[in-house]
């Protein structure tokens, strides 16, 4: 996962020291202007700015409302990345998202989702705010929960708003995928990503997703117990939705006699890939055999029952169930440290559940809906990690080689007391997880239960045809 590139000369100059960068300067109006068709070095010029906006955070630490952390597994470079951007769209208003890469340039893809995505959803709800007046200012400026008179006509303001947001999650997607699919210098065509991705307004969460990440909400039932409620659905092979598209673009849907309970999606000529989930950025090998970039969309109205939702990457969910997740986070000590325990315990679990497959990363994105951190970390150097702040720290190379902070390359700012603790926890985790050249494993090279792809087809050298 990685750093965003900032070496750009245009007429918006890079701010390295902090200063909020206007959405004018990303290209994107926030008053309702005209909208402006852009240009691919508009787009770059976009992308250059992203480390210089403030509570943008991608790398392992912390905000004013949700701490995030990523570890890289047993198979390679860390293939997954995560966003939590604040005051997104206007104040109270938070993006978040988790994205899973698979296959040779996963890394690659996921990192390219998280910096685009969010970029391109913005883009899009303002072109309808600028397109509809103020009815669809709504639907970035604005609580749909209005205070009419006339119910009904409060239902078709509500339902109208909820329209446009999932018309610009579908735009958004599609036109992630389209941009991912043009790449010049990112082949995407047996590489692909996931994404389970929420924008929280107020009350308001609103929500697309696509793979097999996932998000789940803790809330207080009525005995004031935490339960788990889980938001997305895994879109896996295996569900009769999905299979049976798939079935209808003759691709395949069967699983391998050694997993039979993980359905993959197969060519109709070959074995292979092998794909674990059944919609997917990228993946383009697939793409006309059933595998589809459309996202589910929900909208959920939060009450104050509701406390913290976690999204997080597979290699968590293969080995924890939701209501342990809820249970790890509510159980931590404190709230800036509940993403990096809950991936400690995930890994802990992969040991003993499946000591003979090699571990996935983990991806963990906490965010806590009281909009509060905890009362030692007010300090706001300590508090809010901007992708500014980070980029130093988290600088990324397209072959990987420097990778996204993982428990090895932590960029959290911590006390003393934690700092000694970590230093021991640092140390175990390099004698655990040191491996020599011969012993790097890709995870196209074998098949365990958590690969995402099994095998490149014997055309893989081809690009799409466009």
């Not at 918006?12 to 109006?29: A, Q, T």
């Not at 440290?337 to 679990?349: F, H, N």
């Not at 965010?367 to 600088?395: H, P, R, T, W, Y």
Request: net charge negative; proline share 4%; charged share 25%.
């Amino acid at each position: 996962m990685g750093g965003c590139v900032s070496t750009s000369s245009s007429t918006c100059s890079s701010r390295s020291n902090g200063e909020k960068v206007s959405h004018e300067c990303l290209g994107i109006s926030m008053f309702g202007r005209k909208r402006i068709r852009r240009t691919f070095s508009d787009h770059a010029i976009a992308l250059q700015h992203l480390s210089s906006i403030p509570n943008r955070v991608f790398a392992n630490g912390k905000s004013r409302t949700s701490c995030i952390f990523t570890q890289q597994g047993r198979k390679g470079i860390n293939q997954d990345a995560m966003i939590v951007w604040e005051d997104f769209m206007a104040e109270d208003v938070t993006f978040c998202g988790v994205f899973d890469g698979h296959g040779p340039h996963g890394h690659l893809v996921a990192r390219k989702v998280r910096d685009a995505l969010p970029l391109k959803l913005l883009s899009f709800l303002k072109s309808f705010e600028s397109r509809g007046g103020g009815s669809a200012a709504f639907c970035c400026n604005g609580n749909p929960q209005l205070e009419v008179v006339d119910p009904d006509k409060d239902q078709v303001v509500v339902d109208k708003v909820d329209t446009q947001w999932k018309e610009a999650f579908l735009q958004s997607y599609k036109a992630m995928d389209t941009e991912l699919r043009s790449q010049p210098n990112l082949d995407c065509f047996c590489s692909g990503s996931t994404a389970v991705t929420l924008v929280k307004q107020g009350s308001n969460l609103y929500m697309g997703y696509i793979g097999d990440s996932r998000a789940i909400l803790a809330s207080k039932n009525d005995n004031d117990s935490m339960v788990a409620v889980q938001l997305t659905v895994d879109l896996k092979p295996n569900l009769p939705k999905e299979a049976e598209r798939i079935k209808q673009c003759k691709g395949r849907v069967f699983a391998l006699q050694d997993e039979p309970e993980v359905h993959r999606v197969w060519l109709p000529f070959d074995n292979a890939p092998g794909l674990a989930m059944a919609r997917a950025f990228g993946d383009f090998c697939v793409k006309e055999y059933g595998v589809i970039s459309v996202p589910e969309f929900s909208h959920r109205v939060l009450t104050e029952r509701d406390k913290f939702i976690v999204l997080a990457s597979d290699g968590v969910w293969d080995v924890l169930t939701n209501e342990e997740v809820v249970d790890i986070v509510s159980s931590a000590p404190t709230r800036s440290s509940a993403a990096r325990i809950l991936v400690d315990t995930a890994a802990r679990e992969w040991k003993i559940k499946y000591p003979t497959s090699k571990m996935d990363d983990c991806a963990v994105v906490c965010l806590f809906l009281d909009g509060k951190m905890d009362v030692e970390s007010d300090n706001e150097e300590d508090q809010c990690f901007s992708s500014a702040a980070l980029q130093s720290n988290a600088a990324e190379s397209d072959d990987g080689r420097n990778s996204e902070p993982s428990l090895q390359r932590n960029t959290t700012v911590r006390s003393t007391e934690e700092n000694d603790v970590y230093k021991r926890v640092v140390a175990e985790a390099d004698q655990e997880t040191t491996v020599t050249e011969d012993q790097k494993w890709s995870g196209l090279e074998g098949v365990t239960r958590v690969n995402s792809l099994v095998q490149l087809p014997r055309f893989s050298d081809e690009r799409p045809r466009p």
